[in-house]
């Protein structure tokens, strides 16, 4: 039988069968041996002849495999984020690189749309448009949900981002029988505190969706600095004279990106944290070779 892992506790594998129904399944001796079982896992299932248990037999080819958080067959990451806590782009931004590295779809959704402005929404439309697959506004209180619930169905999505932008109201929301415990934002520090610890999967209405903290504590890429233009999808139109140029100087009249931020045509703000990102990673890129 074929199943998907959809939560993992002590070496215990809760499997989501194509019926609907859980239950839980451990791998054979030999699989455990081999490849660690990671949440998203599509696997082969079956009954145990002699403790009528069921064994985990074999792992199906991964789409993909995250380290952090570890977690497989990711088809949709929605990179949530609000107008409090004021948004970290930089982290938005190393979010779609990732992304694009593993061949993830981003969406970004603005929640808290009850408390922001016109022009908050403006500048995020204008940075990231044509660069993430969809931008979806939603209010976890007010229950404005249905836009993002659309575009999760038939998929396995997994939410990220800051503390206190409402990843697990927007789950509850969503999902009356998903009881994921919320962060509250402190009212002395404009941040809130971690709330979910395990990677977990939940389903409803053709929808699979998990909060993992992993994504948002995403500091450093793992990728050559001369690399990280090939994920920026939004710079890929725009041609250089030399094939090997980084687009890290604005004012390279050889640069077709600089060329095009010069001229309005790509976001200046998502051109300067696209620099700071290359500097740091070719900082500590040096620091390992050198």
Same mark, same amino acid.
């Given at each position: 039988?074929?199943?998907?892992?959809?939560?993992?506790?002590?070496?215990?594998?809760?499997?989501?069968l194509n019926s609907g129904e859980t239950v839980l399944a451990?791998?054979?001796?030999?699989?455990?041996?081999?490849?660690?079982?990671? =949440?998203?896992?599509?696997?082969?299932?079956?009954?145990?002849?002699?403790?009528?248990?069921?064994?985990?037999?074999?792992?199906?080819?991964?789409?993909?495999?995250?380290?952090?958080?570890?977690?497989?067959?990711?088809?949709?990451? =929605?990179?949530?984020?609000?107008? @409090?806590?004021?948004?970290?782009? %930089?982290?938005?931004?190393?979010?779609?690189? %990732?992304?694009?590295?593993?061949?993830?779809?981003?969406?970004?959704?603005?929640?808290?749309?009850?408390?922001?402005?016109?022009k908050f929404l403006l500048d995020v439309i204008n940075d990231?448009?044509?660069?993430?697959? @969809?931008?979806? &506004?939603?209010?976890?209180?007010?229950? &404005?949900?249905?836009?993002?619930?659309?575009?999760?169905?038939?998929?396995?999505? =997994?939410?990220?981002?800051? @503390?206190?932008?409402?990843?697990?109201?927007?789950?509850?929301?969503?999902?009356?029988?998903? /009881?994921?415990?919320?962060?509250?934002?402190?009212?002395?520090?404009?941040?809130?505190?971690?709330?979910?610890?395990?990677?977990?999967?939940?389903?409803?209405?053709?929808?699979?969706?998990?909060?993992?903290?992993?994504?948002?504590?995403?500091?450093?890429?793992?990728?050559?600095?001369?690399?990280?233009?090939?994920?920026?999808?939004?710079?890929?139109?725009?041609?250089?004279?030399?094939?090997?140029?980084?687009?890290?100087?604005?004012?390279?009249?050889?640069?077709?990106?600089?060329?095009?931020?010069?001229? /309005?045509?790509? @976001?200046?703000?998502?051109?300067?944290? %696209?620099?700071?990102?290359?500097?740091?990673?070719?900082?500590?890129?040096?620091?390992?070779?050198?």
């Amino acid at each position: 039988m074929e199943a998907r892992i959809i939560k993992i506790l002590s070496g215990n594998a809760t499997v989501k069968l194509n019926s609907g129904e859980t239950v839980l399944a451990t791998p054979t001796g030999n699989l455990k041996k081999e490849i660690k079982l990671l =949440v998203g896992d599509i696997v082969n299932i079956k009954k145990d002849d002699y403790s009528n248990n069921f064994v985990i037999t074999a792992i199906l080819p991964r789409k993909n495999n995250l380290i952090r958080p570890t977690v497989a067959n990711v088809d949709q990451l =929605v990179i949530v984020i609000a107008p @409090s806590p004021a948004p970290d782009f %930089y982290l938005v931004d190393k979010l779609i690189v %990732y992304c694009n590295m593993h061949a993830i779809n981003p969406i970004l959704v603005i929640n808290k749309i009850d408390t922001t402005t016109d022009k908050f929404l403006l500048d995020v439309i204008n940075d990231y448009s044509g660069v993430v697959t @969809s931008i979806i &506004q939603t209010s976890a209180v007010n229950n &404005q949900v249905s836009n993002l619930k659309e575009i999760l169905k038939n998929k396995f999505t =997994v939410f990220a981002g800051q @503390s206190a932008v409402g990843k697990s109201s927007l789950l509850n929301a969503l999902s009356p029988q998903i /009881n994921q415990q919320t962060n509250i934002l402190s009212k002395k520090v404009d941040r809130g505190k971690h709330t979910t610890r395990v990677c977990e999967i939940f389903s409803f209405d053709n929808c699979l969706v998990a909060d993992t903290p992993g994504f948002s504590m995403l500091e450093v890429l793992d990728l050559e600095p001369s690399d990280l233009k090939e994920y920026y999808a939004d710079f890929s139109q725009y041609k250089c004279k030399f094939s090997n140029c980084c687009h890290t100087n604005i004012n390279d009249a050889n640069c077709g990106v600089a060329n095009a931020v010069n001229n /309005n045509k790509l @976001s200046i703000n998502r051109y300067n944290r %696209y620099v700071t990102i290359y500097k740091k990673l070719k900082e500590s890129w040096d620091k390992k070779y050198d």
